[in-house]
């Protein structure tokens, strides 16, 4: 609900643009273009579980497992706690603030210039995907008002990344053309091709995940294997627009944009090496959400929802964050504190469900060290309680 603009709206509008003018001064005279090379995780050993959901007769690619920290220990590590609802979704049938000092390798060599691509040109991975008007790259509004959520005591809350996460991957036009054998899906038709480069395949784990931005589209794949430099097979696909789509599907024509359950695109609220490298996240967090903390149903800009419950705190497509009085917790990384001041920024949506007890985001899977997501691993513990109901 919109309400007019109060003493203390102004207040806070006054602060957001202060926070945005140090943010560019800031970035001005931090970023420089970072080459990075094409391998993968150094880390990407992990034990993992996928449960999958009893009775699912089409795939889901969901967030899956995840590295989690119980809300009462910092530690961290790689464990997997299990897909909920394994499903390749409706359509099946076709119908200023530092830098951060993270390493690891990035997929592609990253280029310079804005933080969002121009329509027509070309995409670099950390510029900020998707147009500036979708509701991914678009801040809070200085009057937002919040419903606090009351986070149930047994949630853990982690970060997506080494085998249940998904790699990012740009193409050059000199890379194979890969046909893909994959079902129809999402509303999209059967069996997809795009150029992809040689070695590039699903992220380790049974989702198997898969971006690739051939051109201005970026291909999103679930259960992705290459058998060949030119062929593939994959259980679910979904392709949007890098530079001019929004991130979310369309509901009629019924097409998403990506594989996870609000049919929003994987690319969209990823936390990417590339991007963190360079300054600030300027966009919104992807979110998973506990099963039983997500309702069935769908709001706003999602397509497509699975969450089970029926007395939760939010459904798939609703927009959370940290209120902007909320002070930044203690001890935070430096990774964490730019996820931090993106929650506060411009907030995170739910995409998607996962096991019954974990909120989780997802972060790279080809990028950064263990070292890092370790450490933003103990952060998300602090910072995803603190997030409130954007009305």
């Known amino acids: 609900m919109h309400r007019g603009v109060s003493e203390h709206s102004e207040r806070i509008a006054a602060v957001r643009a202060v926070r945005t003018a140090l943010l560019v ?20 050993s992990s034990s993992a579980l996928d449960s999958g959901a009893e009775g699912d007769s089409v795939a889901d690619a969901s967030m899956g497992d995840v590295v989690v920290t119980p809300t009462d220990s910092g530690a961290a590590g ?14 099946a049938d076709g119908s200023p603030f530092g830098s951060d ?9 990253e280029g310079g210039g804005s933080d969002s691509a121009s329509a027509g040109g070309a995409f670099a991975l950390g510029q900020v995907p ?11 509004a200085a009057n937002a008002t919040f419903t606090v959520l009351n986070w149930p005591s047994g949630i853990q809350y982690g970060v997506n990344w080494s085998s249940y996460s998904t790699p990012i991957y740009v193409a050059a036009p000199t890379d194979p053309l890969v046909l893909v054998t994959c079902p129809a899906s999402w ?3 059967a069996n997809p091709s795009f150029h992809a480069p040689s070695g590039a395949t699903g992220a380790p784990g049974t989702d198997g995940e898969i971006l690739v931005i051939d051109g201005t589209t970026v291909h999103n794949l679930w259960v992705f294997s290459r058998t060949t430099d030119t062929t593939a097979v994959a259980q679910a696909y979904a392709r949007t627009d ?3 789509g929004t991130g979310w599907g369309t509901a009629s024509p019924f097409a998403a944009a990506g594989i996870v359950a609000a049919g929003s695109s994987e690319l969209a609220g990823m936390i990417v090496q590339a991007e963190t490298d360079r300054g600030e996240i300027h966009h919104a967090i992807q979110i998973g959400m506990a099963a039983t903390l ?3 149903g769908f709001s706003g800009d999602a397509i497509n929802g699975d969450g089970p419950a029926s007395n939760g705190l939010v459904q798939e497509g609703d927009r959370m964050a940290i209120p902007l009085n909320t002070a930044m917790p203690t001890g935070l990384s430096t990774l964490g504190q730019k996820v931090f001041r993106a929650l506060q920024t411009y907030g995170a949506f739910d995409i998607d469900t996962t096991d019954c007890c974990t909120v989780n985001t997802r972060a790279q899977q080809n990028g950064y060290d263990q070292p890092t997501m370790g450490a933003l691993n103990a952060d998300v513990a602090k910072l995803f309680p603190l997030m409130q109901k954007v009305n």
């Not at 000092?101 to 060599?109: L, P, R, Y």
């Not at 998707?130 to 809070?140: E, K, R």
């Open 187 to 189: 509303g999209w038709p």
């Open 101 to 109: 000092a993270s390493s690891g390798d990035s997929a592609v060599v």
């Open 78 to 91: 790689d464990s997997a706690t299990g897909d909920a609802t394994p499903d390749a979704g409706p359509g």
């Open 25 to 44: 001064l800031a970035e001005l005279a931090l970023a420089s273009p970072v080459a990075t090379g094409c391998s993968s995780n150094p880390s990407a």
């Open 242 to 244: 890098v530079i001019t």
């Open 130 to 140: 998707f147009a500036p008007t979708s509701s991914w790259n678009t801040p809070l």
């Open 294 to 296: 997500n309702n069935s």
